[in-house]
């Protein structure tokens, strides 16, 4: 017992500390030598800002192996972190750095600096997970594997399918459903929001759309990739007739609606690769005249999605739709 | 000295000073009284301020996105305008739906041209910031041009069945529209009402007749929106969903569809 109590009453028996220049605030609690924080873990010490430390709670070494731990002298080991409060800021407690580094530690937030700063370009006009809502105008150029039922009247005869292409125009409105917060800034997780715009192939099919377009980002610099899903609701517009005519004509043309989805792979909002579908529903109702009939028909494509205003993209889908009207020949 | 007493004796140094320097002193006077403004209520309180922004909208911009005057006058449709073009081209799809005895339900799709103008008459200034008035009422008249697929009618029954075809639909249309705007964040969603005529095409009849035009809209800015409208005509009624964009988003795509036919030859 007395062995035990000797390092308490030789603490007691110690004189005080002289006081540091300035003024120091009042002592709360004093520590022993041994357990003085290290200088660089409390910045304002070397500052010479005055410091009082609440909840002295030693750095317990680690106990040698042949001292058994009953008859340490060292007090109890605490559970959780030291903190320091400065003293005389007449306000809160305001921690130091590296009690704010030990909160960070303790709930998984990141310690380093914003990951970026230099902002989208082009005023969001091309989508960036460092913007919020934005619109983008998309072309994509692509192989398209077509088909069409035949008339079952007449046996299933005509059951054609033919390569072709197909370029399609879209206008995206990006919503931020997800938005991430890095520091101050946000940033888009994922958007979600209305599209709409033209389809066009072989033998002047053309046809409008209407849907949703959903962007996932798994970055947030302006290169990122993403993972795209779009899907709507497609309707015949016009195509090429020759009914009654020596050359065809683009007319109006009736279809009823069916619909497109695809998912891509893009990098930044830049580009994506692309591979989707496309269905058209028959109409071939019994009161519908045998003159107005369609038969299903569908579709599917792979090729490359972008946004027109680096160029390439608009370029590729002009060229697209200008060769598979010219190169292919609707069976 | 209280904020009005120095007001009034700043306004009475202002009465006897020149017509030049009164221009700037006024603002002062009117930066006083804005101390002892005592509206107060959820229409004249400012956005709350956030401590998050996107990278890529950082500030506020000071002006609306094309437009002059502070917002008098915007090409585009924003969230603090007090007057705004519209201007917009669509496509929809839907159903064409003729009288009971002209031929059986058939589907319709179209694509339009719109354009107009819309005022918000009661803008509310918070603090007198004329650069943050703002009101939830938008007022103004639509007028557009579309054209749709043609229309089939059948008539009789048995043997003795007439069958007609045209080949589109043309119609033009105005209509007066009501516009609620749902928040004041910019580019905000509002909901649009627009009601009004339609001059169409009725049927395989080759008579053009008024009927009654309507639709529910809802918008994102001025960029895009989708709408839900109808056409009641005389034994013909049309009802379409559809997709609208600016006139800006949508020029680029009209010219890259209108040049891909043209090159393909599909013209």
């Known amino acids: 017992m007395f062995v035990s109590l000797a390092p308490f009453v030789a603490l ?131 192989y398209t594997y077509r088909g069409r039922q035949g008339d079952v009247r007449g046996g299933g005869q005509g059951d054609p399918r033919w390569s072709s292409g197909r370029a399609q125009y879209d206008l995206w409105v990006n919503l931020p459903v997800m938005p991430e917060v890095v520091g101050d800034k946000l940033f888009s997780r994922m958007t979600l929001g209305p599209k709409g715009g033209l389809i066009f192939s072989d033998g002047g099919s053309t046809w409008g759309n209407l849907g949703m377009a959903f962007r996932y980002w798994l970055g947030r610099g302006r290169w990122a990739p993403s993972v795209e899903f779009s899907s709507a609701l497609t309707f015949k517009i016009g195509e090429q007739q020759t009914k009654d005519r020596p050359e065809p004509k683009w007319m109006m043309t009736r279809g009823p609606v069916g619909f497109t989805a695809d998912i891509g792979i893009g990098v930044g909002g830049f580009g994506a690769i692309v591979l989707g579908g496309q269905y058209d529903s028959p109409l071939a109702r019994e009161d519908v005249p045998d003159s107005v009939r369609t038969s299903a028909a569908g579709a599917f494509f792979i090729g490359f999605r972008g946004n027109i205003l680096w160029g390439a993209p608009a370029a590729a889908a002009v060229a697209t739709h200008a060769i598979t009207q010219r190169a292919v020949e609707t069976p | 000295m209280s904020p009005s007493l120095s007001a009034i004796a700043l306004s009475s140094l202002l009465a006897a000073s020149s017509p030049a320097d009164s221009a700037d002193e006024t603002d002062l006077v009117e930066a006083d009284e804005d101390e002892d403004d005592d509206e107060y209520g959820p229409f004249f309180e400012e956005e709350a301020p956030s401590d998050l922004e996107y990278l890529g909208q950082p500030t506020p911009r000071k002006h609306p996105v094309l437009s002059v005057g502070d917002g008098a006058f915007c090409f585009v449709e924003g969230t603090y305008c007090k007057a705004s073009m519209i201007l917009s081209a669509d496509v929809g799809a839907g159903i064409r739906a003729p009288a009971s005895d002209e031929g059986p339900d058939l589907p319709y799709a179209q694509f339009t041209f719109r354009g107009g103008f819309a005022i918000r008459p009661a803008m509310i200034r918070p603090n007198r910031d004329k650069r943050k008035a703002w009101g939830a009422w938008g007022l103004g008249v639509v007028s557009s041009w579309s054209k749709g697929t043609g229309s089939v009618t059948v008539r009789g029954s048995g043997q003795s069945l007439t069958e007609e075809e045209t080949n589109s639909t043309t119609v033009f249309r105005i209509a007066a529209i009501n516009q609620i705007w749902l928040s004041k964040r910019k580019h905000a969603t509002h909901l649009d009402f627009a009601f009004g005529g339609a001059h169409s095409d009725v049927l395989t009849s080759g008579v053009r007749l008024w009927g009654t035009h309507a639709e529910v809209g809802m918008g994102f800015g001025g960029w895009g929106g989708m709408f839900l409208s109808g056409d009641f005509l005389d034994r013909d009624t049309r009802v379409v969903l559809g997709f609208r964009g600016h006139g800006i988003a949508a020029a680029p795509i009209i010219a890259m569809a209108l040049v891909g036919l043209a090159a393909g030859g599909a013209l």
């Open chain 1, 12 to 142: 007691a028996l110690q004189p005080a500390p002289e006081p540091s220049v300035p003024e120091p605030a009042p002592v709360v609690a004093a520590e022993p030598e041994a357990s003085e924080p290290e200088p660089s873990a409390d910045p304002r010490a070397s500052e010479g800002i005055p410091t009082a430390v609440v909840a002295p709670e030693p750095e317990t070494p680690e106990p040698e192996a042949a001292e058994p731990a009953s008859t340490s002298p060292q007090q109890p080991v605490a559970d959780n972190e030291r903190f320091t409060v400065a003293a005389g800021a007449g306000g809160p407690p305001f921690y130091d750095e590296a009690d704010v580094a030990a909160l960070r530690a303790r709930h998984n937030i990141r310690t380093e600096a914003r990951e970026r700063e230099e902002g989208p370009r082009w005023r969001c006009l091309i989508a960036d997970p460092a913007c919020g809502r934005n619109i983008e105008v998309n072309a994509l150029a692509a």
